[in-house]
């Protein structure tokens, strides 16, 4: 084709665009579903604000999430997306007891997987398979809870075969001069339901030239030479990117699916394709009835992070430095729509926060059992604050999955604790252990359902010898004691009795000296 049938059929597009633009402008609203409501509400980026979590059948919630494509190792941008699902997930599931049903797509054929393999030397199955283990593996170390279903995009091509068939016959779909099937976004007038569509670069695009508008996508890729490619109608060839999830999640889920999430960046083309083809699929005007977005890990200056930028940071290097409560950590500090910017400082924060907790438990523990002396608890300010945090807790939750706020009052809760525990009058304390458990156990039990795993002593040692630490500290400390009451004190025992503290804490036991009490923790 000369130069001059290529200007001519790029302005036809580029007018069809404009047109299918100006009718986008008019957005389709949320249709409200009917159904049981709960008590959460959720964002909503087709109203712009929190509408009610309704779901069809009472107490149970149809998600599906898009999953990896599996051409390499994940790094932690692409954890944040999973950790913040998964926070959500175990929010919706411990807290509002409702059964959810995550069903995740495996994008195992794609051009990356094909550019790698040849590169590699390796069949894209061996390859993808690799990586799709290695995906769960790291998922698994960072405490990510395994969706119900997982599903590989090669599992379900008859099923896609059967979904594109269903569309060219109702014209939503055509079959174009290379064999390659495109979606027809501009006999669907409610395209752009999501977000504004942008105009593709109809330069770089090589197929725009079979395409009836540049904002047409590929449900079916005609095959290549040597390509991986199956059977169909139209010939050989491998499916389109978004018609993979619609069709795992429409033969699972059917014409309605409750909530389907991904990073910000899958809403346009990803999302809004998705919803496109799916509702003429379905002949229904409504798909998905809640998208959930999650905001991105970014570097300093909003720097993406990014395989092709080679910035990334990948799950097995970051778990060297920190460990998967601190990176969960991060994600509960913020809302799961913000973004996140990544650093060593950062991360610090994060660390800090897990280490306050931490140490707060272990002191409410050692308070318990008698082996804190010190402190003047108030109980009745430390039930109404621990009552308050209880609410304020629930509230966020309920409120689009608040967990910042949350945090913020945990630590505050934390706060007025550490100040009672830290009291330097000496108290009998037989009648106020009871608001101390109650505290301990709460932030314990609430940790544990956003995900924050705790290593307690009962998993770490047997009684036997925590009666050994417990005998040997008692010891340490009537030294420490003789020590300091001699003038000049015993600078010699002193020291050593330091010298055993930091050889305990190379042992995973935390020495805590204030004033003649000692008390200890597991790390």
Known sequence: MNATRVTRKLVRVCKRFVNTETRCQDRPQWIKPVGHQTEVSVYNPLTKCKVPLILKTENILKWYI????????????????????????????????????????????????????????????????????????????????????RCRVTDYISQIVQFIERLIAKDDGYVAKDGSVYFNTGKYNKYGKLATPLL???IKDQHVMYKKSPLDFALWKAAKDNEPSWKSPWGHGRPGWHIECSAIASTVFGNSVDMHSGGIDLIFPHHENEEAQSCCYHDVDQWVNYWLHCGHLHLKDDVKMSKSLKNTISIQDYLEDYSANHFRMLCLLSHYRKG???????????????????????????????????????????FTTLHDTRSQVYSALADDFDTSKAMHAIINLVGIGNKMLHQDNITSHSNNVSAVAAVSNYLSNTLSKLGISRSTKSTVASRQIEDVIDHFLNFRTTVRIKALEQNPKDTVLLK???????????????????????????K
């Open 66 to 149: 898009c999953g990896p494509t599996v051409y390499d190792s994940a790094h932690i941008g692409h954890a944040t997306t999973y950790i913040k699902s998964d926070i959500i997930r175990r929010i919706l599931s411990d807290y509002f007891n409702i059964d959810v049903l995550l069903v995740m797509g495996v994008t195992d054929i794609d051009d990356k997987i094909i550019k790698r393999s040849i590169e590699s030397g390796k069949d894209f199955e061996t390859l993808s398979r690799h990586f799709e283990t290695e995906f769960f593996a790291d998922m698994n170390k960072l405490n990510i809870l395994e969706p119900y279903l």
């Open 340 to 382: 996140i910017e990544f650093s060593d400082e950062v991360m610090q924060t994060a660390v800090t926060v897990i280490k306050k907790l931490d140490n707060f438990m272990n002191d409410c523990d050692n308070y318990v059992a008698g082996r804190f002396k010190t402190g003047e608890i108030d109980e009745n300010l430390l």
């Open 200 to 202: 593709p670069n109809v």
């Open 496 to 522: 050593e009795c330091d010298n055993v503290r930091k050889c305990l804490s190379s042992c995973g036991i935390i020495v805590k000296d204030q004033q003649k009490i000692t008390s200890w923790s597991w």
